[in-house]
């Protein structure tokens, strides 16, 4: 299983970070895990955001401090998801990471390269 | 939320010295069918983070056998026998027992 990540590395402030993570080997339709982004910094260390998953209808769970900003979306016809983060700040300047969950062993088998976006003007 | 906290959060290594990194979590991660859901972490210069330890104390797939985790409960514990240059980088360790799944606020090992 491979995840590859792709979208801009700089944002400005207010506006929306997108980014997407294309599944290899699995598909996104599975319901033996779930799909997820992170992000990680040196001030808030690692910390997820959120995920989207199918068990017999599409779910998703968003971190609170996130939850008014972010929508995490299934693309079942590229095998992908993607991550939009809306009205971003500063804080919001991370490497991001999608990778997948298993529901069974309950951790994160498979990692994205990682991705960095500067949130500037 | 489950609150996880490390010690100590930096940790400067000698090779071939050991190492030991604590965690600790305000709630039991004791799961009803008798598995503790504490992942032990690594993240490497410009690398995707990896993991080492499942359930407390189960290496992943191709780790070294200088790495075990232990503990139970809410205390677990992360040691490496004889550290090697390549084994810097930020530890974390993470509950899977609930949603959200949370981190420890990570611990850097360096060379001395």
């Known amino acids: 299983v491979q995840l590859q990540q792709s979208g801009p590395g700089l944002v400005k402030p207010s506006q929306t970070l997108s980014l997407t993570c294309a599944i290899s080997?699995?598909?996104?339709?599975?319901?033996?895990?779930?799909w997820n982004w992170l992000r990680q910094s040196p001030s808030r260390g690692l910390e997820w955001l959120g995920r989207?998953?199918?068990?017999?209808?599409?779910?998703?769970d968003y971190e609170v401090s996130v939850k008014s900003r972010i929508t995490i979306n299934p693309d079942t016809s590229q095998n992908q998801f993607s991550l939009h983060l809306n009205s971003v700040t500063l804080e919001d300047t991370a490497v991001y990471y999608c990778?997948?969950?298993?529901?069974?062993?309950?951790?994160?088998?498979?990692w994205g390269q990682g991705t960095l976006v500067t949130v500037s003007s | 939320d489950i609150l996880m906290t490390q010690s100590p959060l930096s940790l400067p290594v000698t090779p071939g010295e050991p190492a030991s990194i604590s965690c600790r979590s305000s709630q039991s991660l004791l799961h009803s069918n008798g598995h503790y859901y504490l992942d032990w972490y690594l993240l490497k210069p410009g690398q995707s983070p990896q993991i080492l330890i499942y359930s407390g104390s189960n290496r992943a797939s191709g780790v070294p056998d200088r790495f075990s985790g232990s503990g139970s409960g809410t205390d677990f514990t992360l040691k490496i026998s004889r550290v090697e240059a390549e084994d810097v980088g930020i530890y974390y360790c993470m509950q899977g027992l609930r949603t959200p799944p949370t981190f420890g606020p990570g611990t850097t090992v360096d060379i001395k």
């Open positions: 990778a997948r969950w298993d529901h069974e062993a309950h951790l994160f088998d498979t």
């Open positions: 989207t998953y199918y068990m017999s209808q599409w779910y998703n």
């Open positions: 080997g699995d598909s996104v339709s599975t319901n033996t895990f779930s």
